[in-house]
Every structure is written in C-alpha cells, then in structure tokens.
C-alpha cells in the first residue's frame, strides 16, 4: 500500500500511468535477487520471479523520479542514506510483523514454510531470519529527523490514512486537494487493492493469489495468533529491546 501511495503523491496522482505498469515496476525490490537463489528464480514453477528483471541495472535505467524499495538496513545503503534522496521508512509492530511474515512465507511457493508458528516466532525473535529487526528499526528511528527522511508507523497509516497522505505530500513538496486524496483513499482500501492487476502480485511474471500477498491489511492480527504464552515472550522481548530507546509503537 505505502509503495503505491508513494508513487502516486510523488507523481501527480496520475493513476492512469499506475493502471498501465505493475508496482514492482514501478517501485522495483532492489536485494530480490540476493534472496532468491539462481535455481529458485530461474525454475519454472508457478509464482516464479524473473529477477533479473529487477536487478540494479533495471532500476538505473528508469526514467526520473525514480523509486525503489527494500528491506536492507541503513548501514548497508550508504550511498542512498546520504545522498539527497528521499527516504520513507514503515516501521510494524514486531507482533503483526510475524504474523504476517509467517503467512507469506507460509503460502508463497518459493518457501513454503513448514514448521508451526510458534517455531516461527521462535526464529523471528533470535534472529535467526531476516533479521536483527530491532537493530534495523532502531537504526532507523534515530536517523528520523534528517531533512530526506520520513519514520512512519503502518498502524499510523492504517488509522489516518488521509492525514498520512497530506504529510507524505508535504514530504515531497506537493499539495492535493481532498477529493483527489478521498479518490487515492478510495483506491488503496484492500478490497480494491486485491482486485488491482498491477499491484496485486509480486511480480507480472508470478501467479499468486491476491489474497496471499495483499492478506488484510489491518492491525492487531496478532491477537488472533498468539497464544498468552508466545504474548508474554514477545512483551518481554519488546520491552527488553525498548528499554533504552524513546521508541515506543503506536497502541
């Protein structure tokens, strides 16, 4: 959601162009072909990934503004954190996060993901996968008052989305009027995300049922999943990683 609204308060809200070219085109995932092996990517399978697509090459070939998007840490895009472009970072609460990491790796055909979702939280907390996330968060978060960066919260986003989109606007210099941001409102709700062909699949090359990768959209998923044991092993880890930080995720 956040790539798309970027894209189109970046760019004029011209959701004519955005109906004609898939997101990832738009706003290709830069590291997508460190992730996936060559056998992975490669293989004929249904839900493959033409990374070579997506490479960095791909991205410096596109016109300007330019845009991509990726999970890496700060500290491994130095050229990028202090360069004068503009910087969006969505930080999730760690609960939702694993959850819905667990569903993704859970369904998506290149992972398939077979243990439970207490192992799964198991291996998120001692990063032992995509990880350290707090260090990646923090990180982040101290760097957030720079001129080129803006922290957002998903739940943030979730909870005034029309307020978020007048401050991403600001962020880059543009001014909308409320029908055009009621109309971009209008276009990210999930039911309308899920049946938007350019933005409903990680890939034109894929086939991935939208409801896998556009799932629900909400928060507090977590409560649903969680059992009170997990719950007290995640507040403690939390607030173990928060302790010395003014960080603190929106209730």
């Keep these: 959601m956040t790539q798309e609204l970027i894209w189109l308060v970046a760019n004029d ?7 004609r070219r898939y997101l990832v085109e738009r706003f290709p995932f830069l590291e997508i072909g460190a992730i996936l092996d060559d056998h992975i990517a490669t293989e004929n399978i249904p839900g493959r990934i033409n990374t070579e697509k997506y490479s960095i090459e791909f991205v410096q070939n596109q016109s300007s503004p330019r845009f991509i998007k990726s999970h890496m840490s700060f500290e491994l895009l130095p050229t990028v954190v202090n360069s004068t472009c503009k910087i969006i970072y969505v930080a999730r609460n ?5 959850v819905s990491w667990y569903n993704f790796m859970k369904m998506i055909t290149h992972f398939q993901y077979q ?4 192992q799964f939280c198991n291996n998120f ?22 001129a080129n960066m803006m922290f957002l919260f998903y739940e943030n986003l979730i909870k005034d989305l029309p307020g978020n989109i007048k401050k991403i606007a600001t962020f880059f210099d543009k001014t909308y009027s409320d029908e055009q941001i009621a109309k971009l409102e209008e276009h990210l709700k999930i039911e309308n995300f899920r049946k938007n062909s350019m933005v409903n ?31 007290e092993r995640f507040s403690k880890w939390i607030a173990d990683n928060l302790k010395d930080t003014d960080l603190s995720f929106p209730s």
């Design 201 to 231: 699949q990680p890939s034109p090359d894929t086939v991935i049922p939208s409801e896998v990768f556009i799932r629900q959209g909400t928060t507090d998923g977590w409560k649903k999943m969680f059992t009170s044991e997990i719950e």
């Design 115 to 118: 243990g439970t979702f207490e």
């Design 125 to 146: 907390m001692n990063d032992h996968i995509w990880s350290p996330y707090w260090e990646h968060v923090k990180q982040a978060w101290t760097m957030r008052h720079r």
């Design 13 to 19: 809200m011209n959701f004519d162009k955005a109906q």
């Design 94 to 98: 760690p609960r939702d996060v694993v």
